[in-house]
């Protein structure tokens, strides 16, 4: 899971400076006896509440270590993802890019195409959810120093003017929906044009059916087509027949999902905490919007303290730049202090003395500071064969007639290619 950002070639071209221009020449020494670092990442330098981290990031690094000629490449997403995938197949790429971690750059350090930091890395402070993250089989490879969870949130001044207190169960959930169809507000705000957006609320509503049902899954003692997935997709596909998710979530972007949500026209969106800066600019919205732990389903497994979220910015060094791994190190290091992380305006920090900037963050950490359990996105938990698959079989959820069992079913044949077959 991750968030949709406009595709840039580097920030250079957003007149951000010099420093971040996109040389065409591999990574290696600079002109001046400089070290030259190439990073690739997400975010864009354009002034939106959730890149002002990144940014800050690059031109501090920058002036504080003139010794470096610092290459920030900004792909957006999925440029990212898919120019990664590309380059670590052959080898090639940057020093550093950006990742969430989990087995998809564990692929990459079982192919190694990443560079082991474990020593270099070990005293840093942070979390142990997002060290554990940025870790692969006794190996650490990077540092994440924000980390996302997805929650539901709540647009709280519709649900005071009609009555509502937010929601603890599925039945609750799904009484409060009903009473927004009739006022004719959209209960939710999804974005499943953009096939990612509805993973989070797919995965919760697995969770809550058959808690760790994933995890048997990925593990191959069971299927993607057993019970709790299948309950879960049938749930997803009767919101929509009920106009829960609006008359055509199909064609509802993400940033469409977002202005509905900040201009008072959706009354939830399930989505990650990488929200809360936004959602908490006076510039963005003038709604009152507030973070809650996902509704339990009566009788089922899953609780409220099995939170879905992974990192939400990290940084991995690649076997390239194995020549220049003090520079590489210093990089990192600054990534995950206290003085990069107070520009962030509204991520989950990992970083100890980086104080929460918002409301939202509060609540989204407290949220995370109460999960037991914590499963990664599943799209970046799985193989990456089989992660565009998985998101196109969550998108057909929202077509009135697919049969949600045979949909299911289709995805776990891919899986038995790509990961073995199930044990049940």
């Known amino acids: 899971m991750k968030k949709a950002l406009i595709v840039a070639a580097a920030l250079a071209v957003l007149g951000i400076g010099s420093l971040y221009a996109a040389g065409g020449k591999d990574a290696g020494a600079a002109a001046g006896g400089k070290v030259k670092l190439t990073v690739w990442g997400r975010d864009l330098g354009d002034g939106e509440p959730d890149h002002a981290y990144v940014t800050a990031l690059v031109k501090n ?125 959209q209960p939710f705000a999804c974005g499943a044009k953009d096939k990612w957006p509805p993973l989070a609320t797919y995965m919760y509503l697995t969770n809550r059916f058959g808690g760790d049902a994933f995890g048997s899954a990925q593990s191959r003692a069971g299927r993607f087509d057993a019970d709790p997935f299948a309950k879960a997709a049938a749930k997803i596909q009767d919101w929509m027949k009920k106009g829960y998710f609006g008359p055509t979530p199909l064609g509802e972007a993400y940033g469409d999902a977002q202005q509905l949500m900040a201009t008072g026209k959706a009354a939830m969106q399930v989505t990650g905490s990488w929200m809360c800066g936004q959602f908490s600019s006076k510039e963005f919205t003038d709604q009152t919007i507030g973070l809650y732990p996902f509704p339990v389903q009566a009788g089922g497994i899953g609780k409220e303290t099995d939170v879905m979220g992974m990192t939400d910015i990290g940084f991995v060094a690649t076997k390239l730049a194995e020549g220049k791994k003090a520079a590489v190190v210093r990089f990192l290091k600054y990534a995950m202090s206290a003085e990069a992380g107070a520009a962030e305006p509204g991520r989950i920090s990992s970083v100890p003395g980086v104080k929460a900037p918002s409301k939202l963050t509060e609540m989204g950490a407290a949220i995370f500071g109460k999960a037991k359990m914590v499963q990664f996105w599943w799209d970046q938990d799985l193989p990456p064969n089989v992660t565009s698959p998985l998101n196109d079989t969550i998108q057909t959820f929202f077509l009135p007639q697919t049969d949600v069992k045979a949909s299911l079913t289709s995805f776990e044949k891919l899986a038995e290619e790509a990961m073995g077959p199930a044990k049940k």
Do not use: H
């Open 61 to 185: 690094f920058a002036a504080a270590n003139p010794d470096i000629e610092l290459d920030y490449i900004a792909l957006g997403d999925p440029g990212l993802a898919d120019k990664t995938k590309i380059a670590m197949a052959a080898g090639t790429g940057p020093d550093i890019f950006q990742s969430w971690g989990g087995s998809v750059m564990g692929g990459y350090a079982d192919a190694n195409r990443l560079l082991d930091l474990t020593a270099e890395l070990k005293d840093v402070p942070g979390s142990a959810a997002a060290s554990g993250a940025m870790s692969w089989k006794g190996k650490t490879y990077g540092v994440a120093p924000f980390f996302a969870i997805a929650g539901l949130y709540v647009n709280e001044g519709l649900f005071k003017a009609n009555g509502l207190a937010v929601p603890k169960t599925i039945d609750e959930l799904e009484k409060a929906c009903d009473v927004f169809v009739a006022k004719n507000i």
